[in-house]
């Protein structure tokens, strides 16, 4: 089955840039997607197609899908941006999800 | 504009089987061509893919779970549902109905419910 790897963890400091990696086999031939989970509530997706924004996502979100890893990129980084991230894409007929970075905003 | 909400028990014994239920309001369930699925998190953990349906009531399922999981649309009431038999512990997690988006072979999640704790213990 097809595995999505992410870092466990990524801190920044407010207003700097991060990056959260994802990778997988030739990744970059798969469309990515990517959630944004926050504690006790349910995911909402940020990313759509590697470095689509969804409506109502800001523009400080962007992403990036090349070789054997998917990034997002979220720059000038908030509070409120601290937030468990998850990839997602599908293989073979199933979505799959990786395991989730949390994102600590120092 | 619409939205989804989890119901059913969120107690099930070891060896029952869990249904759970996701009731779409603000919309009809049978219009835009809309598919659906369901999505679990143990506590604590990731996030884990079970099955989708589409309009047609075609199905797939997560290869580790088919053998216990089926999904159906009930389109009078306005809801999809979910029957996992021969709970374990294991399958203890945070249960997210969701609506899919995009296109074949590339779908993502984007409208989610609220999530239903699903405890499983005799």
């Known amino acids: 089955s097809y595995v999505l790897t992410h870092p466990p963890s990524v801190s920044v400091a407010p207003g700097k840039t991060a990056r959260i990696t994802c990778g997988g086999n030739n990744i970059g031939t798969k469309s990515v997607h990517w959630y944004q989970q926050k504690p006790g509530q349910a995911p909402v997706l940020v990313m759509i197609?590697?470095?689509g924004r969804p409506s109502g996502i800001p523009e400080r979100f962007s992403g990036s899908n090349s070789g054997n890893t998917a990034t997002l990129i979220i720059t000038g980084v908030e509070a409120g941006d601290e937030a468990d991230y998850y990839c997602?894409?599908?293989?073979?007929?199933?979505?799959?999800f990786g395991g989730g970075t949390k994102l600590t905003v120092l | 504009q619409l939205q989804l909400q989890e119901s059913g028990p969120r107690l099930a014994k070891p060896s029952e089987t869990l249904s759970l239920f996701c009731t779409v309001s603000?919309?009809?369930?049978?219009?835009?061509?809309?598919?659906w699925g369901w999505i679990r998190q143990p506590p604590g953990k990731g996030l884990e893919w079970i099955g989708s349906?589409?309009?047609?009531?075609?199905?797939h399922y997560n290869p580790s779970l088919w053998s216990r999981v089926t999904l159906s649309v009930d389109t009078s009431k306005n809801q999809f549902s979910l029957r996992l038999s021969s709970v374990t512990a294991a399958d203890g997690a945070i249960y997210y109905c969701a609506k899919m988006g995009g296109h074949s072979g590339s779908w993502y999640w984007d409208l989610w419910g609220q999530g239903a704790l699903i405890t499983v213990s005799s």
């Open positions: 349906i589409d309009h047609s009531g075609s199905t």
């Open positions: 197609y590697d470095n």
């Open positions: 603000g919309g009809s369930i049978s219009s835009g061509s809309y598919s």
């Open positions: 997602q894409v599908w293989d073979s007929g199933c979505a799959v």
